[in-house]
């Protein structure tokens, strides 16, 4: 619990794309994430984790603001309908890295090609309850162009200020246990939208990442 009560008071950060960059070459991606205080259950930690991959686009706008998209899944989805997550899916044979599975999966769901990013960085993979091990890949949008959305996988789209998402201020902590498996998530609320879970947790995944280098 001390790492959840330390990250929620800690101070914002407010780093530059290049500031983003270097912290993240810093950084170990080999680690792996999970939320702080999660408690696996020997059969969970036996599992074939499945791969995927997620991107986090970062866009500067014209004052020099960096901001974060994130979409919400389609409500007709079976899993997860509705909520916010960061464009990404499932690793495909076809893919020659995680980066690539990324990119693809961002332009099938909202019409940006990999042309339109330059890599910033990853995060360590990140193990879920529900068997994935997501790659977070941090890139930044370098040819913003109309987005394209997927009605099949995406209802909405939305572009967050990075500051306030890496503001601990903003968020909350809530304990679960789901069986034997003992867990608990992020939360953060943004004007009419809540994100929590998955998504949540690779935000701090960041803030933690980007916090042992720029507070250094």
Not at 138 to 163: F, G, K
Request: charge should be negative.
């Amino acid at each position: 619990m001390s790492d959840i009560k330390q990250f929620l008071g800690s101070p914002p950060l407010s780093p530059n794309i290049e500031q983003i960059r270097i912290a993240l070459d810093a950084y170990e991606s080999d680690r792996i994430m999970l939320n702080p205080g999660i408690k696996l259950s020997s059969e969970t930690n036996s599992l074939s984790f499945k791969t995927a991959a997620v991107l986090l686009p970062i866009w500067k706008d014209d004052t020099g603001v960096l901001h974060v998209l994130l979409t919400q899944r389609a409500k007709h989805l079976r899993n997860h309908p509705g909520q916010m997550a960061f464009p990404g899916g499932q690793h495909d044979k076809e893919d020659s890295s995680l980066i690539q599975t990324a990119f693809r999966e961002t332009h099938e769901e909202i019409g940006l090609s990999p042309d339109c990013f330059q890599l910033v960085g990853e995060l360590g993979d990140y193990l879920t309850i529900s068997g994935f091990c997501v790659k977070p890949v941090i890139a930044e949008v370098i040819n913003l162009q109309t987005l394209t959305l997927s009605s099949d996988e995406v209802e909405s789209t939305y572009w967050i200020p990075l500051d306030y998402l890496l503001t601990p201020t903003n968020y909350s902590f809530t304990r679960k246990s789901l069986s034997d498996i003992h867990t608990g998530y992020f939360e953060v609320k943004y004007q009419d939208i809540t994100i929590w879970g998955l998504t949540a947790g690779i935000l701090y995944g960041l803030y933690k990442a980007l916090d042992s280098q720029i507070r250094n």
